[in-house]
């Protein structure tokens, strides 16, 4: 499973490409290639030598090999012996500037000797000139000479280096050398000599980050992508390409990596071992330490990969002198290092060298020294604060004291939900039921505790999924041990919360009993969280009054008890239902309760959670005013880390929804896959569902009519009749399609099919279920809110009914950020037709700043629709708006659009603008990016510094298109904005 490729390494190959180039061209120099063991330094140099030969070069190749007593001249005989046997070096003996040198080499390559030579032998100074004499001879072809390992290098070796680097400047000669950096050697004190006097140049070869490591298992497995559970198979490569290829073939031939129809597969049931080859290295250097080091560093193996060198002594029976001088040693034989972050700690070099100590021990040593090194950390440090107790808890495993172990994994799970690392926590438990299973644990109620907490921790993260039939199955064995009756309470209340739309019936049930306990056991505490539950299932079935009262009630309760404990959770709870209420009726009340919201959760250490939920919603009232999408993002990145699913899938959708208005396309279809594919893996139909509807929306604007059937269609397939969906599929993505392609009537027929299914969405909001995993309050911008205000100003233009459609939006709460500006745009064309003139410009002016913060280039498509009525009733400025737009709509290709802008300003008698085109040739790069020839006119003047004013006088277009042309721009160029554009264009403007 060799990688048939290098990743990761193109710096390094430039620069190795241009020392050879620079070679090529009579300037000859050494370059040496450094890095860890493992890091891929040999395979730059059979790179570079493979590049060599493809130019005629000759190519010499020799690596050192460490001994005791090395070989003198190893490496170069090496490389001259190869030379001899493939030809590389043609006629050798016979070269005129061979016979000063015959001897020397025939040293070396006995059958380059004649009859008649000197008997003299080889020194480093005579073979290093030979080798620039021949390589570099004139007419010849240029030479490449590559030493390998110059870490074990002999000293006759490393003085011909040292000679090359001075005499090879002005030769066809490149001489590299690859070595280690991770010990002290002659080699690395050669490489730092000759760089210093500036006499060679030296190549660091970092390890590969991550993305580079899946990558390269791609690339191995001749896969597109590696499988996640290869990436987490291949978590101990520490970014070493040696090690990544052994993992992946230890782990095939031992069956745990297979292949089948489907690809490539991890096998959980069959473990693998520590790669021959690595285990053979550490077995080694480990029994060079001798037994009292051997058993401090096994000790350190023990207590993990990072670990504090301060508990040896208690563990290992050593003194602290002794414990240093065995650390001291590890570290000179590469098995150990210094961590840099920690003056206590050390770390082995490789997660696979601590694997490789820890597989050769005897299972008594093991469980002896694992069971020793948790007591010594249990004494001294009390109360295990973290990371103690997830360490104490695997040295228990390792002991064989599952049940020990599974306590501290428990109590560390707790911890980490306080902190909101919901993954974290349910890594934790998964590993903590493991060891409850074990035969040798007979403790009913520990496992219900474990389960107890895990069902937490779906409730966080949203995965209703896993969290029902646990909430079913822990409910039974609560019966079964007679457990107090609150903590089936507490449970029921979880699966009451998990997304109460897919099962109304259950989860009411689930509320009854739950209400049944608190009224036997008149527990006040319960009883608030039962009111704020039901807050939240009334709020997804639409009914905000009765939502907003119990939110209060349970927060009345809260905040008599102070606001702490389980009172700050239900204070929570219930803030978060008020917020989003009164976000469809007052920003500000809404605004001021997550505000709340995120000061209690600040305040409290244990709630990490809750702290994510706050900032989501403030972000999406920031998403609602302003378009604002940096907030998203950092919550984004919060709830990815925390493992909240829910919380995640719903910001995707949200930033492919608010995407899907600006300019790049392909950033909103990406975030709309994605947030489907989200949604698919946390079974939420109806959230998958929305990113379909937003795919289709994207294939509207684009005018795709064909691909906006295909995925709508598959929208509705997934919840078949569902009003919400079907008003989201008609009313915006089908309207849309026909509106970017100027087609009237397939507009009006598409407003009317969606305009049923928006009634009948909204007549049946309360009391009503809405689609699986969704509930519209959640997910604002998306239907069926969005689609009111499209079809309020399709009614306007239309002369349909829009003073109802307009009435409709604002009950319906649709008055918010893009719908803002559809509503005003419709109200101006009602007002214009009552004779309000001054009204409808105002109304139109207000449309425009609405969209502004949005898209800016959705006022052209307004302005087309309102224009006919604004020229008609004398209001706006309807002939500026069309020229604008005719060119916009034009530069981006939207040709019915802007045939259509120019018919209505020839209707309406007015100048009509010539069809522009612009004169920029447009270079392959950008036209594959979408680049226009009008905007190459516009990119080459903006890298000459000018203003939109000074490109609009030189292109004769107005300031306002040259605007929407940098928008454009910018967003398929992917720059952040027009500083960073300009420094891109720039480089394309003609010298």
């Known amino acids: 499973m060799l990688c048939p490729e290098l990743i990761g390494r193109s710096a390094e190959l430039d620069a190795l490409t241009a020392a050879l180039d620079a070679a090529d061209e009579g300037h000859g120099g050494v370059v040496f290639i450094t890095g860890d063991d493992g890091v891929g330094k040999s395979r730059l140099a059979k790179y570079l030598s493979s590049q060599a030969a493809d130019r005629g070069f000759e190519v010499l190749r020799g690596r050192s090999t460490c001994s005791a007593v090395p070989a003198p001249y190893r490496p170069v005989a090496e490389a001259l012996l190869g030379a001899a046997r493939s030809g590389v070096i043609r006629a050798m003996p016979d070269m005129p500037v061979m016979s000063n ?158 292949r089948d129809e489907s690809g490539w597969r991890v096998n959980t049931d069959v473990s693998t071992r520590v790669p021959d080859s690595i285990a053979g290295s550490v077995r080694s250097r480990l029994g060079a330490l001798g037994s009292p080091a051997r058993k401090v560093i096994v000790t350190a193996a023990v207590l993990g990969r990072k670990f504090d060198w301060g508990l040896l002594p208690c563990v290992a029976g050593v003194t602290e002198p002794e414990a240093l001088d065995a650390l001291q040693r590890a570290c000179q034989v590469q098995l150990i290092e210094p961590s840099c972050t920690d003056a206590r700690a050390f770390r082995f070099r490789h997660s696979l060298t601590r694997e490789a100590i820890l597989s050769d021990l005897m299972p008594p040593e093991l469980a002896s020294t694992a069971a020793a090194a948790a007591d010594c950390i249990q004494a001294a440090h009390p109360g295990l604060p973290a990371p103690w107790c997830e360490l104490a808890a695997e040295l228990r495993a390792l002991a064989r004291q599952p049940a020990e172990a599974a306590r501290l994994l428990v109590t560390a799970a707790r911890r980490a939900l306080g902190q909101g690392a919901v993954i974290s926590a349910v890594a934790a438990l998964q590993n903590a039921r493991k060891l409850i299973a074990e035969p040798s644990v007979d403790d009913p109620m520990l496992g219900i505790e474990a389960d107890e907490v895990l069902l937490e921790a779906f409730a966080q993260s949203g995965d209703a999924r896993q969290l029902i039939p646990l909430a079913r199955d822990l409910l039974a064995r609560l019966s079964a ?74 927060l009345d309760t809260a905040q008599a008890a102070g606001l702490v404990g389980w009172a700050a959770e239900v204070a929570l709870k219930s803030l978060e239902v008020a917020g989003r209420a009164h976000r469809v009726r007052d920003v500000s009340a809404a605004r001021a309760a997550f505000e709340r919201s995120r000061q209690i959760a600040d305040d409290h250490e244990d709630l990490g959670i809750w702290r994510i939920r706050a900032r989501h919603e403030l972000a999406t009232l920031d998403m609602l005013s302003d378009g604002s999408e940096a907030g ?241 009733n004398g209001w706006g400025h309807p002939s500026a708006w069309m020229r604008d737009a005719a060119g ?104």
């Open 101 to 258: 040198y015959r001897a020397a080499l025939g040293s070396l390559v006995p059958e380059w000797r004649r009859p008649g030579d000197d008997t003299g032998h080889a020194t480093p100074m005579v073979v290093g000139e030979a080798l620039l004499r021949i390589l570099g001879r004139p007419g010849g072809p240029g030479g490449l000479v590559v030493l390998d390992d110059l870490h074990c290098a002999d000293p006759e070796t490393l003085r011909i280096v040292d000679y090359l680097a001075d005499n090879i400047a002005s030769t066809r000669v490149l001489c590299v050398g690859a070595l280690r950096t991770s010990e002290p050697s002659a080699g690395l004190d050669l490489v730092q000599a000759v760089t210093a006097r500036r006499g060679g140049t030296r190549i660091d070869v970092p390890r590969l980050a991550p993305d580079e490591v899946g990558a390269m298992a791609a690339a191995c497995l001749s896969a597109e992508a590696a499988p996640p559970a290869v990436d987490r198979l291949l978590a101990d490569c520490d970014g070493l390409p040696y090690a990544v290829e052994e993992i992946l073939v230890a782990a095939a031939s031992s069956g745990k990596l297979v």
């Open 632 to 872: 998203l993002r950092e919550v984004l990145r919060l709830a990815q880390d925390a493992g909240a699913s829910d919380i995640g899938t719903i910001i995707e959708l949200q930033l492919a929804n608010l995407w899907s208005l600006g300019a790049d396309l392909q950033q909103a279809l990406d975030a709309a896959r994605q947030g489907e594919r989200s949604a698919a893996q946390i079974k939420a139909p109806g959230m998958q569902a929305l990113g379909l509807c937003l795919q289709a929306n994207i294939a509207g604007v684009r005018g795709d009519r064909q691909q906006v059937e295909a995925v709508a269609q598959r929208a509705e397939r997934l919840i078949p009749g569902e009003p919400e969906i079907l008003a989201a599929t008609w009313g915006q993505a089908r309207v849309l399609a026909a509106l970017f392609r100027d087609d009237r009537a397939r507009v009006l027929q598409a407003d009317a099919a969606a305009a049923q299914h928006v009634s009948a969405a909204l007549a049946a909001r309360r009391g009503y279920s809405p689609p699986q995993g969704y509930a519209a309050l959640q997910v604002p911008l998306l239907s069926p809110r969005r689609v009111l205000g499209l079809h309020a100003l399709v009614q306007a233009v239309s002369g349909g009914d829009g003073a109802g459609a307009i009435e409709q939006a604002r009950a319906a709460g649709a008055d918010v950020s893009w719908n803002a500006g559809c509503l005003a745009y419709a109200d101006a064309v009602l007002a214009g037709r009552a004779g309000d003139a001054g009204r409808a410009s105002l109304l139109a002016e207000q449309g425009a700043e609405h969209f502004a913060s949005f898209a800016p280039w959705w006022n052209h498509l307004a302005r087309r629709l309102v224009a006919t009525a604004a020229f008609r």
């Open 888 to 991: 916009a709509f034009e530069a981006s290709s939207y040709d019915q659009l802007a045939s259509a802008c120019r018919g209505v300003l020839r209707r309406a008698g007015e100048r009509v603008p010539r069809r522009g085109r612009g004169s920029a040739p447009v270079p392959a790069q950008m036209r594959s990016l979408g680049i226009t020839s009008r905007e190459m006119d516009v990119l080459l003047l903006v890298a000459g510094g000018h203003s939109n004013a000074e490109i609009g006088q030189k292109l004769r277009i107005s300031p306002k298109t040259v605007e929407t042309h940098v928008a454009s721009l910018i967003g398929k160029t992917g720059k952040s904005g027009r500083r960073e554009l300009v420094a891109h264009a720039a480089r394309l403007a003609p010298a």
């Open 481 to 554: 041990a007679d457990a107090d009756p609150r903590r089936s309470a507490v449970v029921r209340l979880r699966a009451a919360s998990a997304r109460p739309e897919n099962n109304p019936a259950a989860a009411a049930a689930n509320l009854a009993a739950a209400a049944d306990i608190a009224v036997r056991l008149r527990d006040p505490q319960l009883a608030a969280g039962i009111d704020a539950v039901a807050a939240q299932n009334a709020l997804a079935a639409g009914d905000i009054d009765l939502a907003v009262g119990l939110a209060q009630r349970s």
